[in-house]
């Protein structure tokens, strides 16, 4: 993230965690978002459970304020990143821009600004956009909710100068001190949300709610998946399988047939990029296709957000009921609504 800063390279920075994931399934526009960003990481301990019981390669957390302290102590000999704090309750911004000046690390504050409770418009006036700018920050840490910052980045992004872009909730608190970070026993173990209620008790109902989605999603999904993943295709059908993209009657068409997935997926991506350099409507005929799995639909899930952003029609078209009942219980159903 250093270099992006130091190259002036866009980086809009995700950090999904339990709650981010069960907002994406029934909010496309935070889901696109996440599926937008140039990054993301996974933040929170159930992610990484459910990506070991079915088969996602992620092996370990990386939370975003745990990110935020490593760039603010890291020893390099490159000049300080400067932060701009956007969001937070009132003060906050302000007593997180201080105290992080008021130390040695990596990281100085070049402003900071408390935008209140306004409308996302409210909130993106040219002065609000030219104050950020003019900052000269490299990295900019929005607070103001999870939808709500992910929504303002995305209003903003194409305005703002600032190489680095995320959405922190906690870490303007955590900085400021009004709200300390969990021990790293219960970061570690998944029981970070008790300290956070203990810090925060009005969080209490937001954990309740997550809670319930979890328990849902594993008995209707990630169970069902872990159990389906045991069935995998032999090698052969991987090898075997006809992948093409073509243009056709003004279309630009993925024809997929056989098994798709991790053993083949470096034969999908550059058929991904081909159609996500072209302009016209993507059409992604499974008509044979039997299998597909996660590391597959999420390369479907790049092309589908790049569709989103340039407002590209899309369709996937001739799925059996098999291959629907993966993209269900993958969370990828909304894949399978055509865009018009």
Request: proline share 5%.
């Amino acid at each position: 993230m250093r270099d992006a800063a130091a190259q002036k390279r866009r980086c809009f920075l995700s950090t999904p965690n339990l709650n981010f994931a069960v907002a994406c399934m029934d909010d496309a526009a935070f889901r696109n978002s996440v599926i937008q960003s140039d990054l993301s990481i996974a933040d929170g301990m159930p992610l990484v459970w459910i990506a070991k019981a079915t088969g996602l390669p992620i092996k370990e957390r990386v939370a975003g304020s745990s990110l935020f302290q490593a760039l603010r102590t890291a020893r390099t000999g490159a000049a300080q990143l400067r932060v701009y704090f956007f969001g937070g309750p009132p003060g906050v911004a302000e007593a997180a821009a201080e105290r992080l000046n008021a130390e040695t690390s990596a990281m100085r504050s070049v402003g900071y600004d408390s935008p209140g409770f306004g409308s996302i418009e409210q909130m993106s006036d040219a002065a609000t956009i030219a104050r950020i700018n003019d900052s000269g920050a490299d990295f900019l840490v929005v607070a103001l909710g999870a939808k709500k910052g992910q929504a303002w980045i995305q209003h903003n992004l194409a305005d703002l100068r600032t190489p680095l872009v995320s959405h922190l909730g906690a870490v303007v608190n955590f900085v400021a001190g009004t709200v300390s970070r969990a021990p790293v026993w219960a970061q570690k173990t998944g029981l970070e949300w008790l300290w956070r209620i203990k810090e925060e008790p009005k969080l209490w109902r937001r954990y309740w709610d997550d809670g319930v989605a979890l328990l849902t999603l594993l008995a209707t999904r990630v169970i069902p998946c872990a159990l389906e993943a045991r069935r995998r295709p032999a090698a052969a059908e991987f090898e075997q399988a006809e992948l093409a993209c073509r243009r056709d009657r003004g279309d630009c068409e993925l024809l997929l047939a056989g098994a798709l997935g991790a053993p083949n997926i470096a034969r999908l991506r550059p058929l991904l990029e081909q159609a996500a350099g072209a302009d016209e409507p993507v059409v992604v005929d499974c008509g044979k296709l039997r299998h597909i799995d996660s590391a597959a639909l999420a390369s479907l899930m790049l092309l589908y957000g790049d569709c989103v952003a340039k407002g590209r029609p899309w369709a996937i078209i001739n799925p059996d009921e098999a291959l629907r009942r993966q993209f269900r219980l993958h969370c990828a159903e909304y894949l399978l609504q055509p865009r018009a």
